[in-house]
């Protein structure tokens, strides 16, 4: 269950080079590619011939060319040309609002009359010299929802990334959710404790002492339909936590995109924006290495509770405080896709 | 969707030795064996004592020995013997009319009283000097119809086979279609073109000129249930084309057998057959090579192009010109299938 | 079909160290752990917090510890505790009981009040000094009474495991089948034979003679659910047969626990207790080897048995004298099956 009248990120930039890409978002197969100037579209993947899917194509002059008979794909869906036919009669494909931004291919799967670039959310960290940006892309076959609530509820950290950025103090904070409109926020902070391996490296990194007490902060904000950006970083203890001057801390965004695939599977663009020696490109790799690696540790996690709860459907789970990140934004997303099924009822009723 | 009532291939010759072979054919299961003197027998593929797959057995003295508890079955289904039973009352499996011709094996999956090999159609360049065959079998996950569309329309060689044996020039020149009785043909003859990459490799291995203009034809033949035959060669320009004198031309035929396994996928046998060089057995090998590798280039068009079909089961495809070999082909199958559905319902009614 | 109101083997003792162990028994997915004393427990494998598998978590103090958010699971299927939360509410999760035993974990999977480890059968060579014991496990596809079938009529030997312990004298011997009470017997007696490959090794290991006729028997013993042991093994002929005295036979018995996974796949221990040369650790494992060579020359067989009979599931198979080991162990699971569900329908109705 997932909003469609929204943009998902489909895809990274460097994914889409001079090939066509298909993917499947929200159960849409989609072809996207490249057409003049670099510019993004997408459109079905699906070659109104004879069912070729237009991905295993190319593009030549701007144009998506299928590659069975060489129909040539406008990005409006129609046929431009075809090698001996007349194309005019020939039906159209859907089309797919997507927008280049921040490095990531969007997507709006929904009622493309709706599609309004404005509404992708702005990333500070992007363009920006002040911060650095790295990142990673998995396929995980469970609910997007599933990835929401992971993302929502550090403590989880705790056990499934012990030797990383788990520690039993997080475990001992309490956190605390609020709703703000369509956002929610979970936010913990655990003051003069050690700081775990993953952030002793940072601080070593930056210069900064890593064999000293710290302030660690987390701030887990979901927006709609799918979006957790982190703010995670530890600061010298007594210097302000969260507050303290740049040079008392480390200071990142955890830049988390969850698209549905299909109903029980997901893409998952994870990554990390981070403030501090945004021009070391070696580190931004190691980072984005050992995040990696830490992501890929909840990955079997989520795929058997996925498989444990499609073979359980009616089972209800606990909501517990911890959880509270989780369920406010699902609660958000039910209301998104309530709206939208009332509005596609009325619209019918109305035509 | 498939005619029961034909002959298919089910193997080539060299697959089937010494140890019987288990294949499924029109979604029935067969064993296959050869029994006294070579001959090739096909009954199902089920042990009447326990279910066992009788195609895990051996063959002892011209009887399928059953590799579980070594009940030997003879070629009308009836079992022969078993170690220490009686055996006379033991139910009977079915049997399949299997016939070896041209280095096939043959088989009738339909109403056993109609297969009569005299309907096996007749192949020019079996056992025949002048003549030189090699080819392949690919299991592709798709519609057995789909293979039939797409070698009915070569027009797809431009894009999906670009560097062998594509040209611009398929698709700029017009195709024509015939149906004569159960037959289809589609023709296409170009003149004073340069020679693709694989026909100018068989100009020089005839030792003919590859750098001067050639005319070129492709005259496909479906014939029922799903044969396609393809006449297709090169003549140096200006020699008569198609009629030139052998010693200006390569000329071959391209033996596609079509054989449906089940619904969605298909054992695809293809192979040519050339009237040059016969004797040179180091050619026949470069040409399987280069055929199987350019035959596999449609394989990944045609299953993602049936994923995309089932998909969408009920979306209507496009039926240009170019498709008319298929459109036409297609025509003939379902006659041939409605017609034995009534023949069946007529039978049912009167008995 | 299978009844659940029995012990089924689980795992081998070696499989469950420190680790929790998942694994499905009876369409019943399982967490296997030891807890304090090393003593074995089975819960859900469903965390009641969010539906995480407990066998992904770890053992801490004797308590199973969800791996993702550090709930603290008892034995009895109550949350004990978890960082940060009341856990008085939450709701219990299942429990089966599990008993260690000769080396094996048992489980029951049905009515809980109704396990009673007494009904555990008793295994004369388990910790034995005048018996020595090795084997192994596999995972067939394949519904567990087609193991069962397997096990009762060694007449498959002479096909199946020709190299080994097959031999023409099985077949042409027949066997003879009783029941005594809910046991099954099937047994076989050759006499002045030549000893299979298997047992001349045997006969050599103990230092007798290997090239002298023997005398060799088969006694398949079937108990509920699906145990089947069988009595095996030659002497030299002669000397008495089965009743031989030790010094002139090697004697065995094939140790078979059948534990169905779903309906259509099983969990196979199989071993050997030989009651010759206990001490020779050497021994053991060369023929656990052996062993684990022949049986898996089984699972083909019955994998694709079980492919067949799944894709014709009404066709009636035949029951020959041979198969009466089989088919009358069928008959008690039948009645086994039958009993519990007239007790669970009389449970309702009075409920």
Redesign the interface.
Known sequence: MFPVNTWYVAASSDELKDKPLGRTICNQ?MAFYRGKDQQVHAVE??C??????LS??FVSDGKL??????LEMGCDGKTIA????RVKG??AIGTYAAVERYGFIWVWPGDQDKADPALIPEMEWHDNPEWAYGGGLYHVKADYRLMV?NLM?L??E???HATSIGQPEI??T?CRTTVEGDAVVTSRFMSDIPAPPFWKAALRAKGLADDVPVDRWQICRFTPPSHVMIEAGVAHAGHGGYEAPAEHKVYSVVVDFITPETDTSMWYFWGMARKFKPEDATLTDQIREGQGKIFAEDL??LE??Q???S??PT????K????AGGVQSRRIIDRLVSQEQAASQQQETTA
Chains 1, 2, 3 share one sequence.
């Open positions: 197969r993947d699906f109104p011939h004879r069912g070729a899917p295993l194509g060319v299928c590659g069975y008979h060489g075809m090698p001996g036919q020939f039906p609530d509820d403590t989880h705790t056990y499934v475990d001992e309490p079997e996690m058997r509770q498989a444990n709860l073979a359980h089972r209800a789970l606990l517990l405080n911890i959880d």
